[in-house]
């Protein structure tokens, strides 16, 4: 299996555009999670889903944040608008649920840069 | 609520040993684990250690717990230049990927 897969690695954009960010999770994972990374903060947790369904949300930071699982395969992280605030790594994660030990798989993350 | 803390920086000269160290405050995390991320890169799980054990040996990582103080502490023997990263201390109440808790990570460099 590639692992977790995100895109783009990096993106660039100006205050007030949205901004999507894309996730592939490890094929039969059942839970996916996105993070963010910033030096003040460290890693946070925004939101996970289960079977392609939200669970929590309590992470999120605002109501500009939304995130979406349409599919078993895909999911999705947007901003709209964004801030130079959001600038981040932006994380997303996958891991298959039910055992007393739940690995968490990281992704490459992407680089936000909001200017 | 749980807390998860951690030096920020650690020097070692290569061949050294490395040991970063954690404390936590939730006495009934069940599971702790360390977490690798190298420069541009994702968290990498390292190693874990179950609560009711005071040690792990993997290859060149040793992690040791102290339930009574909550503390962990990762060893990595002849630390090399390839072992240069962020480190991070975990831990889970349930084992549960849903419930855990991050510290801020330790950035360790290994000089030549």
């Known amino acids: 299996d590639a692992g977790v897969i995100q895109s783009p690695r990096h993106e660039v954009t100006e205050m007030g555009q949205e901004v999507t960010l894309r996730c592939k999770p490890i094929?039969?994972?059942?839970?996916l999670f996105w993070y963010r990374q910033t030096m003040m903060r460290g890693l946070e947790l925004l939101i996970y889903?289960?079977?392609?369904?939200?669970?929590?949300d309590s992470g999120m930071p605002e109501d500009r944040f939304s995130a979406k699982m349409p599919n078993a395969s895909f999911s999705t992280l947007k901003i709209q608008p964004s801030e130079p605030r959001d600038s981040a790594v932006y994380f997303c994660?996958?891991?298959?649920?039910?055992?007393?030990?739940?690995?968490?798989?990281f992704g490459s993350g992407t680089q936000l840069s909001v200017l | 609520g749980e807390d998860v803390e951690q030096s920020l920086f650690l020097s070692v000269r290569e061949g050294d040993s490395s040991v970063i160290n954690c404390t936590y405050t939730?006495?009934?995390?069940?599971?702790l684990y360390w977490y690798k991320q190298e420069p541009g890169a994702g968290l990498q799980l390292l190693t874990y250690?179950?609560?009711?054990?005071d040690m792990k040996q993997d290859q060149r990582l040793t992690v040791l717990l102290n339930k009574k103080d909550k503390h962990l502490s990762l060893r990595i023997a002849d630390t090399q230049t390839g072992d240069s990263a962020i480190y991070f201390c975990?831990?889970?109440?349930?084992?549960?990927?849903?419930?855990?808790?991050f510290g801020s990570g330790t950035q360790l460099t290994v000089l030549p």
């Open positions: 094929s039969g994972h059942d839970y």
């Open positions: 250690i179950f609560s009711n054990m």
């Open positions: 994660a996958s891991t298959q649920g039910g055992s007393s030990n739940e690995k968490l798989f």
């Open positions: 889903f289960n079977n392609n369904v939200p669970i929590d």
């Open positions: 975990a831990e889970s109440i349930s084992g549960s990927a849903r419930q855990l808790t």
């Open positions: 939730d006495s009934s995390s069940t599971y």
